[in-house]
């Protein structure tokens, strides 16, 4: 028992280390080194071609036509080759605003051109600054370093980062995440001290993730939830912080929409924006989905090859999942801690030198032992 409790002792001052943040973004890193042996893949060629100025893309400009997969005046020619398949809409168009992670593909062209472990590396980098971020935002809103290193730790090691991490042209997944994880560090800050230099960077780091990519908006979803769950006072001032994301959100709209990025006539890729009526049902289609693959590791990546009755019945399934994990989450506390346990005395507690008590209306009262073979409720405060 004695060595137990010391390796225990150990692993909580380790969780508790000021670097363990450092140490969580080390272990990542290192995890994901192989990466650096992946190569080139899939869009990546794609990428090749418009940084290379090839074939068609001889007038392409990489900072805007990095992620124009399939643009309109590109489409014919492109479904005549194959690619996107004959059956596709004859309306598709595909083209991503990305200017920032254009940038960071354009800086692995200009210097490392024919390495593409070197430019895997950069990936690599920007995924270690995304779990340390993550790691050192887990310690401010836990009490418990324990209970925080153990949160870092699963997000250090999921699976879930592989493609984002080992796929150059997943990289902007990685930005939005460390650009997100930065807003939301800078909004809690802004929030705890009131002050509006916070308030500010959050906003400029917020508008610099929606230049990585769409899935910088997932940041507010976060944001969102701290507000209603953990902002005190009325629903105006629980509300009110998200104003000023909104109208980050809708400038970045404005300028996406005008400047002709979008998609259109594809099923994969819905616009909220221009279909919102389409995208909901999507979301209560593939939302449990998502759902029962963070919580259940439900292999839902082919998804998108079954049939539609299929697919349905997968949907289905997941939602069951998903609601079973919500009733588990409601047992317990916002920092992790059962919500009720319960107690079963086989001996009596009676000992001259204890007094029970417990916190009841604002103060300490005597807490009446129990019987042996009794079953006592407790309730964190």
Known sequence: ???????????????????????????????????????????DYFHLNVLRHQGEWAAADPLRDLFAFIPADHAAWMRDSGMPPWWSSPTVDIHFARPLTALTHMLDHALWPDSPALQHLQSLLWFALAVGLAASFYRRIFSSPAVACMAALLFAVSDTHAGAAGWLSGRNGLLCLVFGLGTMHLHLSWRRTRSWR?????????????????????????????????????????????????????????????????TQ???????????????????????????AAQWAKAPVDAWI?????????????????????????????????????????HQPLEDPALRWLYWKDGRLVEFPLPAIGERVAVKPI
């Open 1 to 43: 028992m004695g060595s137990g409790t010391s390796v225990t002792a150990r692993l909580q001052v380790l969780a508790g280390h000021r670097r363990a943040p450092i140490f969580l973004a080390l272990l990542a890193l290192l995890l994901a080194l192989p990466a650096l042996g992946g190569g080139f893949m899939m869009d």
């Open 198 to 262: 916070h308030l500010l960077l959050a906003m400029i780091l917020f508008a610099a993730g929606l230049a990585c990519g769409e899935a910088a908006l997932g940041a507010t979803a976060h944001i969102g939830a701290w507000q209603f769950t953990r902002e005190e006072g009325p629903w105006s001032r629980r509300l009110l912080p998200l104003a000023p994301y909104a109208g980050v959100v809708a400038l970045w709209r404005i300028l996406y929409v005008t400047h002709g990025f979008g």
């Open 305 to 345: 090859l079954l049939s539609r009755q299929t697919q349905i019945t997968a949907s289905i399934l997941a939602a069951l999942i998903a609601a079973g994990l919500l009733g588990l989450l409601r047992t317990v506390t916002a920092d992790g801690r059962p919500l009720e346990v319960a107690f079963h005395f």
């Open 265 to 291: 006539g594809s099923s994969r890729y819905l616009d909220p924006g221009s279909h919102p009526v389409l995208f909901l049902q999507a979301l209560v289609e593939r939302a449990p989905l998502l759902l």
